[in-house]
């Protein structure tokens, strides 16, 4: 005996059978009934066609005003991207719209300088799903990189998880002088 089962398929008496057996069966309670397709009309219909130019996506524009902001020491870096620096002020971004965001970003960056803090979160969100990342997901770093803002920003890297994951952004501050 070699231990594998023969692939047969169900003939016509088989699906009687079937059918006298299951004619009395009714579903328990708070269940739909099961809904039964044609499988063979399944696998002969094509799945619909995507062109190309829904699923590429644009490329995101270069950032205006040169580079990125100069990135911190390793040792800063790493800490930093593990969570482990203390989060002196947060701003959440969630609801606003592009504008009003873009201000309350370059506010809460400027106070936060004059006021000497040096690491700070940005929660922007992960926008609504769909092909792109939300619209201040995308649109936050490039305003940091941005002058008046780049000029006080050492760095900025995804935060942890439970600060927010993709979502929230973790911004080192230059000392103020």
């Known amino acids: 005996m070699t231990g ?3 692939k047969t ?6 699906d009687d059978l079937w059918q006298r057996v299951t004619a009395g069966v009714k579903p328990l309670c708070g269940r739909k009934k099961a809904v039964t397709a044609d499988v063979a009309a399944i ?9 190309p ?4 996506l644009p490329p995101n524009p270069p950032a205006p005003g040169g580079d990125a902001p100069p990135a911190a020491d390793w040792r800063t870096a790493r800490r930093l991207k593990k969570g482990k620096t203390s989060i002196e002020a947060r701003v959440d971004l969630h609801g606003m719209t592009q504008h009003q965001a873009h201000g309350a970003l370059a506010d809460f960056i400027a106070k936060s300088y004059d006021s000497g803090r040096r690491c700070v979160l940005v929660i922007t ?35 942890a998880s439970r600060d927010g994951g993709d979502g929230a952004l ?8």
């Open 4 to 6: 594998k089962k023969s």
């Open 9 to 14: 398929t169900a003939g016509p008496e088989d």
């Open 43 to 51: 696998k002969r219909t094509k799945p619909p066609c995507v062109s």
């Open 53 to 56: 130019a829904i699923i590429k």
């Open 125 to 159: 969100g992960k926008g609504r799903g769909g092909l792109s990342a939300g619209v201040l997901r995308s649109g936050v770093p490039r305003w940091l990189n941005q002058s008046p803002n780049r000029e006080k920003i050492i760095s900025l890297t995804q935060a």
């Open 170 to 177: 973790y911004v080192l501050l230059k000392k103020k002088r």
